[in-house]
């Protein structure tokens, strides 16, 4: 599938599992990221991380096309759940990159044990957008 794709089959995922956008369960988007995290897309490499900070906590799959000229075209497709003040997480900026480990599995059990990411599940004032950028 296309990255364009992806994104309408991501949104579809979070419908049809219950997602609110206008009253945001981290914890249902990062399940149905983490089910949907290893669908193909049409691309020349690809890869997931997850990051936080005190006005932000996202999920992302950024996906990678060579050109002929071996420049390189990122795509992210982020859930990406944002704070306003006096609202804050309260964490210092972090990020773990699913590169790091050898398969997915990995990575999410390592997300998933920081003491961020359990934060960020409990923190009940989210916004949150689905967004596909690139870079």
Same mark, same amino acid.
């Given at each position: 599938?296309?990255?364009?794709?992806?994104e309408?089959?991501?949104?579809?995922? *979070?419908?049809?599992?219950?997602?609110?956008?206008?009253?945001?369960?981290?914890? *249902?988007?990062?399940?149905?990221?983490?089910?949907?995290?290893?669908?193909?897309?049409e691309?020349?490499?690809?890869?997931?991380?997850?990051?936080?900070?005190?006005?932000?906590?996202d999920?992302?799959?950024e996906?990678?096309?060579?050109?002929?000229?071996?420049?390189?075209?990122?795509?992210? *497709?982020?859930?990406?759940?944002?704070?306003?003040?006096?609202?804050?997480?309260?964490?210092?900026?972090v990020?773990?990159?699913s590169?790091?480990?050898?398969?997915?599995?990995?990575?999410?059990?390592?997300?998933?044990?920081?003491?961020e990411?359990?934060?960020?599940?409990?923190?009940?004032?989210?916004?949150?957008? *689905?967004?596909?950028?690139?870079?």
């Amino acid at each position: 599938m296309t990255v364009d794709d992806y994104e309408a089959a991501m949104r579809r995922r *979070l419908l049809d599992a219950g997602f609110d956008f206008n009253r945001p369960d981290p914890a *249902l988007a990062w399940a149905v990221f983490k089910g949907f995290a290893a669908e193909p897309v049409e691309c020349d490499d690809s890869y997931l991380f997850w990051e936080a900070a005190s006005d932000y906590f996202d999920f992302v799959r950024e996906v990678r096309h060579y050109t002929e000229n071996d420049a390189v075209w990122h795509e992210q *497709l982020t859930i990406h759940f944002t704070c306003t003040p006096p609202d804050s997480l309260g964490v210092q900026p972090v990020a773990v990159f699913s590169r790091d480990y050898f398969s997915y599995a990995g990575f999410f059990k390592e997300v998933e044990r920081r003491p961020e990411f359990l934060k960020g599940l409990a923190f009940g004032r989210w916004s949150v957008e *689905l967004r596909l950028d690139a870079c």
